[in-house]
């Protein structure tokens, strides 16, 4: 279905080019749809048809490619008609007097929001920082699709290497002896950062302490009889390192005694800490996470 309204939109813009439909479809030639050309509605519009006069093989891999494909199959057929001047904005002039300068290479965003509204928050691009910088832009992560795209959807390689760009720090401690990867490969930012939209707790996908790893740490989930507060009050974090970490467990401090203790200076005397066998709480303290049995976590 999808297949055939492209063909149709292929075709439309084919005709210029006198067989251009053929090297796209690789089929027999396709008598001429009905559609009438697209009649320019704004001043300087030329249509996508004039475009590939001149810039066949643009043209033709844009269409072929996964954009103009999503386009030809969405509702409206002229679509892959009027993309190339959603993007580069009124050709008129250019094609008057063909230059470099007097046409749009890379669009504004606000080129792309033009087809895709801003409706449901997807492109609230609502990672605080995201949004008091300005930065990033669509086409810092996305490619238009001259061609296919490095990873999907339309982006310009898997979120761990796009993301890293500009959070070189953040990706290299996926690469320190304890992280969240598997083999050698980092987990997707993705898998607890939205990249734009539904961020409703701004940093992070889902709301709630600790509940963007509990997503897959469903074992931690309780709910406990004896929580252990800082799980319920502030999340993981207060522990554990999210990306990766030199210490065992993503734990935020080498040892797990040094972890306690940031938050209980004054332990009760029986902890006689210059006795080996107190230096491991979790000698006794075994339910660190919760406990249905001990309000002291001295079982699970
Ligand atoms: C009459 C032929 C002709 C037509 C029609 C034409 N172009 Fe061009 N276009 C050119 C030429 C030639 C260049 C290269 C100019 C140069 O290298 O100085 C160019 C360059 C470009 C560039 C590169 C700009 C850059 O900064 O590198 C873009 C993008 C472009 N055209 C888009 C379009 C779009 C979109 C349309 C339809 C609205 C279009 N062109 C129609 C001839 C044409
Ligand atoms: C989604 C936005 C988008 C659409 C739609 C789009 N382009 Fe582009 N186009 C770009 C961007 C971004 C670049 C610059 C790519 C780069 O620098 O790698 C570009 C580059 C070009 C260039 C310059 C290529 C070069 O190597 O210098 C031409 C010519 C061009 N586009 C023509 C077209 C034509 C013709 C269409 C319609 C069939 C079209 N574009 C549709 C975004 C778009
Ligand atoms: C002429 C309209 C139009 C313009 C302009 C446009 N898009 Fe799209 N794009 C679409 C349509 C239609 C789809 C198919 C999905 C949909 O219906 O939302 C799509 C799909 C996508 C997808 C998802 C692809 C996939 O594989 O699922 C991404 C990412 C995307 N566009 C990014 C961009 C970016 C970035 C720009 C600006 C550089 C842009 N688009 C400009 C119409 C457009
Ligand atoms: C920080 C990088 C980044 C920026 C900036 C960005 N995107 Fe995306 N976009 C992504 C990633 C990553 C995905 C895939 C999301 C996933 O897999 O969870 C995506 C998905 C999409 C999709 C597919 C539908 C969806 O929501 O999954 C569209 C359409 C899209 N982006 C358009 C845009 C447009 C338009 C802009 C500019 C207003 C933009 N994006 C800015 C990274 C980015
Ligand atoms: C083009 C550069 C760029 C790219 C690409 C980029 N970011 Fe950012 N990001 C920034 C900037 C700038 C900030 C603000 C930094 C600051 O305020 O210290 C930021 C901030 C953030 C924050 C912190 C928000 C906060 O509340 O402080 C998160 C989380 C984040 N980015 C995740 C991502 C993810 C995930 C990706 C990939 C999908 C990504 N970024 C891609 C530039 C980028
Ligand atoms: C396992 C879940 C998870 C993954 C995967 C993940 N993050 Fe995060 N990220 C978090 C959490 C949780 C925080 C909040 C940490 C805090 O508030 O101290 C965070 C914070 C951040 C921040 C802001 C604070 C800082 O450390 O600079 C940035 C930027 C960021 N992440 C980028 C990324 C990028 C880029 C990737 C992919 C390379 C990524 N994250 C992968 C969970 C994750
Ligand atoms: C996308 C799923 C996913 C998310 C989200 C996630 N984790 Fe993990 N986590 C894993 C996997 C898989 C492992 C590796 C388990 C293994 O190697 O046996 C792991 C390992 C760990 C480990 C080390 C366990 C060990 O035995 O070395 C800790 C600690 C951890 N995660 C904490 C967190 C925290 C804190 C968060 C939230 C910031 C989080 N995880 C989010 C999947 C996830
Ligand atoms: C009060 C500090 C603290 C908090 C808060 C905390 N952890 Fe832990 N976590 C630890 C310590 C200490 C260990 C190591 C236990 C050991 O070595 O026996 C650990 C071990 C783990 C492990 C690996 C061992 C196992 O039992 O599977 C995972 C996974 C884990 N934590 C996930 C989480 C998640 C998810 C959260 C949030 C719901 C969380 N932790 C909150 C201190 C904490
Ligand atoms: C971020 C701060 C923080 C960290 C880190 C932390 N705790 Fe706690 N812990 C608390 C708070 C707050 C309470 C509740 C205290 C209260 O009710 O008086 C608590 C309660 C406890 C209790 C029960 C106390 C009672 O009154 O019965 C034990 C036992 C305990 N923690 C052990 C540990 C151990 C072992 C570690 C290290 C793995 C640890 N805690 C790390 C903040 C922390
Ligand atoms: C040999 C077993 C053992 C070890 C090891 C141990 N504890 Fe305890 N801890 C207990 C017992 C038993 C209690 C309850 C009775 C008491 O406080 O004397 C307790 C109580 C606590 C309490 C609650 C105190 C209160 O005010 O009620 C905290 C907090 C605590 N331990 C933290 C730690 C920390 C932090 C470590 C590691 C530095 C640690 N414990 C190591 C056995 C141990």
Redesign the pocket.
């Known amino acids: 279905m999808a297949r055939e309204r492209f063909c149709i939109a292929a075709v439309t813009l084919g005709l210029a080019l006198g067989g251009l439909s053929l090297g796209l479809l690789g089929a027999d030639p396709v008598p001429a749809p009905v559609t009438a050309p697209v009649t320019p509605k704004t001043p300087g519009?030329?249509?996508?048809e004039?475009?590939?006069?001149?810039?066949e093989d643009?043209a033709k891999a844009f269409l072929a490619g996964p954009h103009g494909q999503a386009m030809a199959a969405a509702r409206s057929k002229t679509m892959p008609d009027e993309a190339?001047?959603r993007?580069?904005?009124?050709?008129?002039t250019?094609?008057d007097d063909?230059?470099?300068?007097n046409?749009?290479?890379n669009p504004k965003d606000e080129a792309c929001l033009s087809c895709h509204s801003q409706a449901g928050g997807l492109m609230a691009l609502s990672l605080p920082g995201h949004d008091r910088t300005g930065v990033p832009k669509c086409l810092d992560c996305h490619v238009p699709g001259h061609g296919p795209a490095p990873a999907k959807p339309l982006l310009a390689g898997p979120p761990s290497v796009v993301c890293a760009k500009c959070h070189g720090q953040v990706a290299v401690s996926f690469k320190m002896p304890y992280s969240h990867r598997k083999g050698d490969s980092p987990f997707e930012c993705t898998a607890c950062h939205a990249a734009h939209g539904n961020n409703r707790t701004g940093r992070l996908q889902q709301t709630g302490p600790g509940s963007v790893c509990l997503t897959c740490h469903t074992e931690m989930s309780g709910p406990y009889i004896y929580p252990h507060p800082p799980r319920s009050v502030s999340g993981c974090i207060e522990c554990h390192t999210p990306h990766g970490s030199m210490n065992p467990m993503m734990l935020t401090r080498p040892q797990v005694a040094q972890v306690c203790i940031e938050c209980h200076t004054a332990l009760t005397p029986r902890h006689n800490i210059s006795k080996p066998i107190y230096r491991n709480c979790q000698n006794c303290h075994i339910g660190i996470h919760g406990s249905n049995h001990s309000r002291r976590l001295l079982d699970e």
């Open positions: 519009l030329v249509g996508g004039t475009c590939a006069t001149c810039h643009m190339c001047e993007c580069h904005g009124p050709g008129g250019h094609v063909p230059q470099k300068t046409i749009v290479r």
